[in-house]
Structure formats: structure tokens, C-alpha cells
């Protein structure tokens, strides 16, 4: 009798793809925004606002191709992050057009908003649609590299907006913030670099009081991002992207080496490196006087800091209803950018902004179980390194808002209006998405014998 002998040791096992999860959550996505911007135009007009139909279809139709993409070209990937993606896009949408019901802020917002987001939906579906395996872009290490020091240094001969320089103007399209897309293309250079010298950074060091010191040459890497950080800084005036860059930075060095003293090394020299600056640098101290001092008098009222905290104390625990708020306000245009936060904090109430946070920390929840998952080395650091990227930021303008830390001029992602923010953001989901995919795709079939084995073909 004969017999055949499966010698292999790759398994097989079936994992399902959880699209129809995914449709599910899509519909509540898209409802929970609708009934709020309906809320919100009962509220200030005393009637359904007359775009309800419009912005139900337009997230609608948004929303399903997006589904359907994501059925035909990545269909194990995570089933909750693009339903989370589009529920923050469709509630700022919805905080952005409140605001824009107040005359003193200004012309609308909303509309230019929502053109942004669909961009950034269709960079989205380029991506999972061109981008078969994320593996590819670790071809591209240094090259990420150059391009993300050319648009890190970019701003620098362009005029200031506020005091930074975070900006540059294309004519006939508009500005656009270059650090929002230097986040993902560092986090590839990143990847890259430490997949290939994480061995040298982790084992080549001297035990000194429970810590690992590295070698001088292995701490180079650490210097060289931590004084560009500083110029950065310097020279443009950006506290939020020079936290970003060196902290993404320690984050992904110590997941890669698993050595404490990198965090100890990169919390030290973060700390030193602020203070330093802050010492000869008038806008960050003035944003660290804010931050101090927020009840003192300037320009003939308090700082935005303590209008920001009045509008989370005036919420309190429910809120004061959608579109029944008084953060108009805050002064200028920060309702809708840096402080939009303090709308949704003063209008749903702690326990809204609480339900909001959940849901960005449920992202980067999903992003750190797509690295967890990831079968390659790069995959699991780019993974984390986008999902840190995006957790930093959102502590960096979440602290910034509620009084935590120095405020930074960052937005926060999907929520605020920017439309470089919302494109890059995309793009970040995007991505992680496609390495989702390739960490739940089914393991292929063993081969029936050694000979077979040998020369089977094994597909991403």
C-alpha cells in the first residue's frame, strides 16, 4: 500500500477575512456622522440642514468603494480600522461644518475639507491597488531618507505662518504640510535601517548600573537625529514635528533592540535639547509661558490655553449639546485646528471626548496587533513605527489641548481641518492595512512531497 509523506513544517490554517464585520461597522461609520450633522443643524437652524442628503451619499458612496477595494485587493486585512478611519473622518467633517455656522470664524471651511478627504480616500485606494507587498519598500531605505530630509528642510524658505515655519505654497494648489507626509516616509527609513543594524545596536554594549550603554559608534544614529530635531526646531520654529521625528525615532530603536537605555538615552537628550532651545527661542517661550501661565492677560484677554479649558469645563461630564457651544471664542481660527478638540470636549462632554480618544487609541491598538502579527521584520517595525507616529501625535495635540504639555501647533488626525493632515493620514491607514493583509493571509498549502517543496512557488 502506498502512502505519501507531507515533510514540510509549514501549516496550514484558514483565517477568516471579516469583510462582511467590516460592512457592518462601515454603515454605523457613516449613520453616527449623519445623525450628528443633522443634530447640529436642528440645533442652529431649527431644521434638517439642507446638504443631509448630499453628505449621506458622499460618505456613503466613500465608504463603499473603499469596502469594496479592500473585498478585492487586501481581503484579510484588519476589519476595523478603515470603519474607525471613517468615523473620526465624518465626525470632524461634522465639528468643521458646526464651526463653520459661526460668522466670526471666518469663510467655510467644510467644503475645501471634504475635497481633501476625498483625495485622501483616493490615495488610499491607489495604494492598496498599486502596493501589492509592503516588503517593496524597504528597496527604498535611503531613498526615503533623502526625501524626507527635502521635505522636513522645506519649509525654511517659506514665510511663517504664526510664528512656525510648517508650510510651503504651491501655486494654483495651495499650502500644504510637508512634515504630515515626512512622518510615513521616515518611519520606511527607519524600518529599513534598523532591521539591518538592530543586531549591532542590541548586543555590541557594556552593562553600567542595570543599563546597557551603547558602543560611541552605535550611539552616532541617535545624535544625528536628535540635532535635526533640534534644527528643526530652530529653524522652523516647529515643536510638535521635532517631538514627532526624535520620538518616533527612540520608539522604533527600542522596539527593534529591546534595550532600555535607548529610551533613557532619547528621554535625556529630548529633555536637554528642549530646554536648551527653549532658553533663546521666542516662540517656544512663549508657548511654554502659555503652557505655564495660562490665566495671564495677553492682548487684552487670557491665553487660548485657559479659553480652551473654560470650553472643557462648560461641558462638563454630557456636554452642552452639538452646535449649542461658545469655543468660537477661542481666538482666531483655532476652533477649527489646534483647538477643535475643545469643541467636541465642551459640546459632547468629557464623556464624548473620552468615547473619541477610545476610538484613536483603538487604531493604534489595531496597528501594533498588525506588527505583533507581521511574519517579516520590516513589516513589524514599519508597523510599529506607524502606529507610533500616529500615537505621538495625537498625545502631542491631545496634551497640548487639555494643558498637559506645551502646546504644538500639530492637528489632530481626521479631526482637525488641514487637508495634508487628512491625505497623510489616509495614506498611514492605508499601509498598515496592507501589512494586515499580509500578516492574516492564509499560510500556503504545504507541498504533497520534498521534491515538490523544493521548487514550489510561494506568493505573498
Known amino acids: 500500500m502506498s502512502s505519501t509523506t507531507t515533510t514540510t513544517t509549514v501549516g496550514t490554517f484558514t483565517a477568516p477575512s471579516r469583510r462582511n464585520t467590516e460592512l457592518a461597522l462601515l ?46 485587493w487586501a481581503p484579510y486585512a484588519d476589519p476595523l480600522m478603515l470603519p474607525i478611519g471613517t468615523l473620526l473622518n465624518g465626525i470632524g467633517l461634522v465639528f468643521i461644518w458646526r464651526l463653520d455656522q459661526e460668522p466670526s470664524l471666518g469663510r467655510a471651511m467644510a467644503p475645501n475639507q471634504l475635497m481633501w478627504s476625498t483625495l485622501g480616500v483616493a490615495l488610499f485606494l491607489a495604494i492598496l491597488f498599486f502596493l501589492k507587498d509592503h516588503r517593496v519598500l524597504q528597496r527604498y531605505t535611503y531613498i526615503s531618507m533623502v526625501i524626507a530630509l527635502v521635505l522636513l528642510i522645506a519649509p525654511v524658505f517659506f514665510p511663517g505662518v504664526n510664528g512656525a515655519k510648517i508650510w510651503i505654497t504651491i501655486p494654483g494648489l495651495g499650502s500644504l504640510q510637508p512634515g504630515e507626509f515626512a512622518k510615513i516616509i521616515i518611519a520606511v527609513f527607519f524600518a529599513g535601517y534598523l532591521m539591518v543594524k538592530r543586531d549591532a545596536l542590541a548586543l555590541a554594549s557594556r552593562r553600567f548600573m542595570g543599563l546597557y550603554l551603547p558602543r560611541g559608534r552605535d550611539l552616532g544614529p541617535i545624535l544625528v537625529v536628535w540635532a535635526l530635531s533640534l534644527m528643526i526646531l530652530v529653524f522652523e520654529t516647529d515643536l510638535g514635528t521635532s517631538l514627532l521625528f526624535f520620538g518616533l525615532f527612540v520608539v522604533m ?28 527661542e521666542p516662540h517656544v517661550q512663549v508657548r511654554v509661558h502659555n503652557w505655564l501661565h495660562p490665566l495671564d492677560l495677553l492682548n487684552g484677554g487670557v491665553t487660548e490655553t485657559a479659553q480652551a479649558m473654560y470650553s472643557f469645563g462648560s461641558g462638563g461630564l454630557l456636554g452642552s449639546g452639538l452646535g449649542q457651544g461658545y469655543s468660537r471664542l477661542i481666538q482666531g481660527i483655532a476652533p477649527k485646528s489646534d483647538y477643535i478638540l475643545a469643541t467636541v470636549g465642551e459640546e459632547v462632554g468629557l464623556a464624548g471626548l473620552m468615547g473619541l480618544l477610545l476610538l484613536y487609541g483603538l487604531l493604534i491598538e489595531r496597528g501594533i496587533r498588525t506588527a505583533l502579527g507581521a511574519r517579516d521584520p520590516f513589516g513589524k517595525l514599519l508597523a510599529v513605527g506607524l502606529s507610533g507616529a500616529f500615537a505621538l501625535q495625537v498625545f502631542v495635540v491631545a496634551g497640548g489641548v487639555t494643558g498637559l504639555i506645551p502646546l504644538t501647533g500639530m492637528t489632530m488626525p481626521f479631526l482637525a481641518q488641514g487637508g495634508s493632515s487628512v491625505i497623510a493620514n489616509w495614506a498611514l491607514v492605508a499601509i498598515l492595512l496592507r501589512i494586515s493583509d499580509t500578516a492574516r493571509r492564509p499560510a500556503p498549502t504545504p507541498a504533497p512531497s520534498t521534491d515538490a517543496e523544493m521548487t514550489q512557488v510561494v506568493r505573498p
Do not use: C, D, Q
Not at 532600555?260 to 533663546?280: H, P, R, Y
Open 253 to 280: 530603536l527600542y522596539v527593534a533592540t529591546e534595550r532600555t537605555s535607548w529610551i533613557v538615552f532619547g528621554l535625556l537628550l529630548s529633555g536637554g535639547g528642549a530646554v536648551a532651545v527653549a532658553m533663546f
Open 27 to 72: 454603515v454605523f461609520a457613516v449613520l453616527i456622522p449623519v445623525f450628528a450633522y443633522v443634530n447640529v443643524g436642528l440645533a442652529k437652524g431649527g431644521s434638517v440642514p439642507p446638504g443631509a442628503l448630499g453628505y449621506t451619499l458622499g460618505l456613503g458612496l466613500l465608504a463603499g468603494v473603499t469596502h469594496l477595494v479592500m473585498r478585492k
